[in-house]
């Protein structure tokens, strides 16, 4: 008896091993050319054609499958596309648009069946790639198509001129600059579908050439010579990168390396100790900003549009003077007091020179005043507050010896040569400009209180006076204050350095 | 009247009394004579004389302003009822400090010679602005609380019973502002 069940169970097992390659199912392989693994797919022959199995080739992309009863529709959902068919139909939907199967979709025993033709025709462009078939191994090889950059578009802007690639999807890119007025863009694996060009570019664009590499798309870019830095940024809705190029006409805002992330942090560079050496570079902070107006004059004057203003021409001024410039603002935009002393930190400035007008309920008050910082007194906290990302730099620098420097007394170390610095400007200010005279404070001032390097704040005039307003709207006096508070700086420069 | 009623009563006058004793414990006692000194002269019942430092109008420095007010007996009152006094502007050759509209939410001294003031939002959404400006505005609060009581060493500013970074922009308003700094 046991003996006959065994034979009965070999002869079922002979029969189901060497029977199945000779009936009609089988198997193919869908391969991908990402880390997808490759997808096993049932197959039948039905009147000679080749059908597989759907639930197989949805699991194999990732797609979900939605069946509705009452219409006997099922939708594929492969990432944004929708693919629809239904029994006994040859034709498919993908999106909007109809595709022939050449023969209709077989429904049996609750399972979708549709003919081999559906993974080129229609799943490959749904998962946005090419489709190749390779009889000898039975495998559909899938290839991901990279993105496509579908446009091109300048626009001058007031920050500069900025270079729009349109794209289809979300892509990677490399955007940087290796020689002086040259900026190259790739879009890695990006994919050119028209030709795009500008041959006569506009503002600090000089053209734009796109064409196909191995790589990708590559955007080479020939700036205008006044062109200082730029910027690239990737955006959402639609699916952009946008390159601004900026003159330091404008003076620019921050070098593309210098964008404040974290990551950009020199490694181990103690702030306090890399100042001292020279004089090279100026953060100039044109006050207040965005929703923050600043006071505001008799005649109508904001102190923010007035202080962006002498910015430029104080701008203008210390490049003429030799200096390398940065602005912590360059547009109507609300900078926070701590972000403007991390971006001066981060841009390594040696000087911090704060632009801003005094104001009083009294319209009689008038003149300018230097400042520089009072230190803090200590705290009535137990724990000292990480206010924004300054300490966060101080950390990351090793600030002084054993440990964390509070941020917000950084400036301390820096108290006598801002004092200095102070003074100077003051002197020169004083001497060149018949404005009333306020003298030099120190004070307890937010925005200086995380600089690691010499810091002042210039109290240009009262705008809440009738003629300091007039005298700050007029372009020759703001020249005259730019060129006084330079001169002060270089006169700085020299006792530091000995150099003019 | 039934017992469970009568019980419930008498619980609710046992949680009462409690509570009252535990609130009234933390005020202080009217009769008390003020501590840290009350440097205005005591003008009759209720009535001193206080000082008031308000801004010149060159904004080159303070002057002094003196008058006769109802005051209430218990410290943080009386500072509250000063400042409200110094919100309301100058009535000889000062010019005001804080902004129109300010009011004193109110006032609190703690033990060790520090005062927390917490204003209205007019004291941020209706400054001037600049530095002096906010200077002035610091400086008077300080020196007119420092006028009035001897004690005083240091003003914390709030707003709405919040932190504020700076009133408008310039002057850091996290730290506490000395006496000694702002004379």
Redesign the interface.
Known sequence: MMRRSGVAAAVVLFALVVASPSARAGSLLVDFSDARPAARVETKQLDGVTYVRLADLARGVGGARHWNPKTGKLTLAVGTHRIGISSDNPFATLDQEVRNLGRPVWLSEGTFWVPQSFIESVLGPAVNSDVSWHPDARTFTFTRLGPVVTSIQLETRQEGTAIVLGLNELADFVAESAERGAVEVLVTGGRLVDSLAILEGEGLVASVIVSQADEGVRADIAAAPEATSFEAELYHDPYRIEILVRSSHDAPFMAPELRGRQGLLPEGRNVLGSWGTDVETVMIDP??GGR?Q???GPAGSV?KNAMLALARELSRALQREGFYVFMTRSSDSYVP?DRRAELSNLAAADVFLSL???????R??TGF?V?YH?P??P??RAHG?S?GAGLRYVESAGASAGGVLEW?HVQDAFRDESERLAALVHDSMADDLDVAD?GVAA?????L?GCAMPAI?I?TG???NGADEARLADEGFRRSVAEAIARGVAEYRRTLTGRD | MDVKRVKGIVVALVVLAVALVFILRDREPPAEIPEGGVVGEEIGRGIQSITLVF??????GMVEESREIAVPQDRAGRAKRVLEELAAGPEGSG??TLPHGTRVLSVFFDDRG?VFVDFSRELVDNH??????E??TIQSVVQTLAANFADVE?V?FLVEGGEI??I?????????F?VG?YR
């Open positions: 006050g207040h923050d600043g006071a505001s102190e007091l801003q007008c005094d104001a009083w309920y009294s009689s008050a005043r400042a009072a803090a007194p705290r009535w507050r206010r917000d306020r004070r307890n001032l937010a925005v209180a704040l109290e009262f705008i809440s | 801004a010149d109008r060159s904004a080159s010019v005001r520090g001037p602005g600049g530095s002096t400006g200077l002035f240091s914390r970074e700076t408008a922009g310039h002057i850091d308003a996290t730290v506490p000395l700094n």
